[in-house]
């Protein structure tokens, strides 16, 4: 698509999609109260702060509120249009708008480019003409954009979804699904806030390196994440090119790396996708983070949304893998962990025989006698509070530690609700990363919200917590690819 | 250990050990109230039905309960006895113990095997001794067994703890620590219910093999799942050959499969990690599952654990594949579901033109104008119960389909409450296994709990699901297997 080619060239201003200061809806049904336009009508009128005006040739008012007729019946000129009709009066529509003075819109049906050439076709007209008056538009075939305070266009009733908190995390997916399912509900659940949420959709024209390039600029925004299951032509190459000079992190979940997952792709929204290796490559050698599920995406996203606080300085630190030291009340959780970091490239770092009696002299007698002192160190289900902080404190001053899981069972009958606070309190003092593993129930959140709270990352599994410390080695060794590339 | 390799050729009764009808907890302390001891003799007096009796030559009572200060003054012989001692007075201990009567023992203590070789002699004479006494036990440097609502060995106090409900898995873990966290939180959070866990520890006397013996036989349980890090010389032949005549399934999560898993395993329980490699081929060739993570684990019992309610006869079917259809109202959902299927190894099977034109019959008008009608189906956000109903209707007696993936997004309208009660009414009268998603919010509990009431497993994401499509594959193969090996 030639337009999209040359896409990047344009430097429209997306203020107005993402923070409009009134917005318009076009399309509402007098008879279908679930009608998506509606939907959007009552939500932005009541749940959010934009100024909301509704349009439909059919009703004086919808759920007793007043709607236009017309677009020139409104009272102001509106920032953002939300475009709810079908395909063929689309582009009647956005002219209209256009002329309007309209300076952004939402298009959020479907029957475009991902169903085939006659769709193409319509979607093409819309960019030609959106280019050449200047006006982006987000879509089609989307559910549009989630800015809160100030705007939501998703059509799906508010309390059908699991909204997480605000947050400093934007997140971009081609898939509407995508984002209200798993975004939504893993930020949600583990704490993650998000800034601004955005479905492309068919990204006919705005695409993945123009809103790089906003929420680069967006002072809301630390973590930029992406859901994309492919590129238009040239698109892949802009957006790793933006990706390499951001300042921010830069996730992506890829979809449709398998072949059967490219041909889903294909029929889901008419986009090619990109070969998976191929993207893969391009993703490490531009510093992008690509994590290949859905659980190590959200810790990837947690790690980055944490340490993004200025006072974690560590997390533009250059962590080499084979610096790591773990400790455990459990030797099975020890064991375990060692498997999971062989997987992810990670290795343990060799204690000298001095360390060890070191760390021998530090744990209670009994722990002392039965404690495995290699590493991972296993003070066992003897050990307490005091043995973990002060083995702690001796692994923060080692020179050849450079981070440390901690795997925590507050099961075991010595340690005490206050253990959180007092390992916070020790990583507060250095400049070196604790990552901890905390059982995921409630009963231990005590311990878990005293680390969390001070931006120490908890894992709920032994995979999470090294998911975790793997996401901060790429973002320091990102750091340094970043670094060397703009020399 | 000479005494290892041969102690299959014995058939101790394990049934005192698991169904005591009266325990004597040896080694209380009348100072520390937190001494093991103290914590499994309260515990078992109080929380759990068999009969309980203390030992210690230092008190009267323990926490108001009588105590007595020899075995000679018990009232009677109990068939169980927990030993609470220290690893240099165990020997003796033991050996009162079975001159007294009785019929089985669990040893807490460490300092044996584990620590060298001072301890492995210690550890060996105990077993030479049990063995020409006929007296199995279990341990040493171990948690023992939990066998609710009999007897629970687990020193650490309840509080503490999150202990799933009764049911029908039996588990069996090296780790104390992996066996209350991993086992336990998992288990209660995905609802799977236990029959019997067991810390084997050091396993000197009572192996793996003897343990799949036990649960063969025991009416409680349908799952047999294990947490192993290696095994004794010869043991690990032995268990898989047991394993393979088994009719219940058995599963094996490994630890100390890399080589700094296996460093650390061996300073954990000390024994020697089998090569990781030769035990998975091992596993495949005997019929034993073997997940490679804690979640798959998690997913693999909870598909057994529910199809084994001989309500779902297709538990022991045989499932090709490549014979799988999904049916989705995201698309982006089928997406990353056909990468994970690839990733597993299954794949999706090939609609004909007239199945596609008869799936698009069924749809409401909108959803059939948009719909994505490959495998697999994405039936988009206008959806609705009855175009979801009718297509698995349709997907139930299609040849070229035997197991449906549906990946349920109630986030969008027009799905309502009762779709998990629609989706088991059909799914109940056909003879093929469906597989739901079903997002991990409360909010959709309704949905969940009308599925899984009637043994539909529902994974909290896209990958689970897929894991548990993948177990009932494996399941049906090993099935094959087994009959094979038996001809």
Redesign the interface.
Known sequence: MQSNENSLDYDFDLTPIFRPKSTVIIGLSSRNP?HPGN?MFSKNLIEMKTKTYGITPRANEIDGHKVYQSLDKLPEVPDLAVVAVSARHTLQVIKEIAEFGVKGAVIIG??FAE?GKEGKKKQDELVKFCIDKGMPFIGPNCIGVYSPPIVDTF???SE???KPKQGNVAVI??????L???FF?NC??RDIGISTAVSIGNKAMVNEAMLLKYFEKDPNTDVIAF?L?GFHPGDGRKFCETARLSRKDVVVYS???????K???G???GSLAADGSIMKGAYKQFSVINPT???YLTNTLKTYSMLANPFRKYSTMSIHRDKIAVL?????????C??I???YGL??TKFTDKQKEDISFLLNPVAS??A?L?N?I?I??SGTDDDIVNILEYLLNAPNVEMIFTLL??????LSMRLGRSIMQIGNKYRKPIIAYV???P?YDLIRDALEMHYIPCGH???ETVEMGTALILKGEGGIRKKMSTL
Not at 173 to 178: A, M, R, W
Not at 328 to 336: E, F
Request: glycine share 16%.
């Open positions: 679930d939907a479907g029957g169903i059509f799906l009733p059908r979804l699991v997916s081609q898939s509407g699904g995508v209200i399912d798993q509900i949600k659940e859901y299951e979809g449709g790396i398998s072949s059967a997952g041909i889903a792709a029929s889901h929204t599920t859905e659980q455990s009340v459990s030797g099975g959780h020890g064991v375990i060692a498997d970091m062989d997987k290795k343990l006698r039965i495995g290699n991972p296993d066992t289900g069972v507050p099961q075991v009958p010595q059982p995921w129930t009963k599994t032994i995979e």
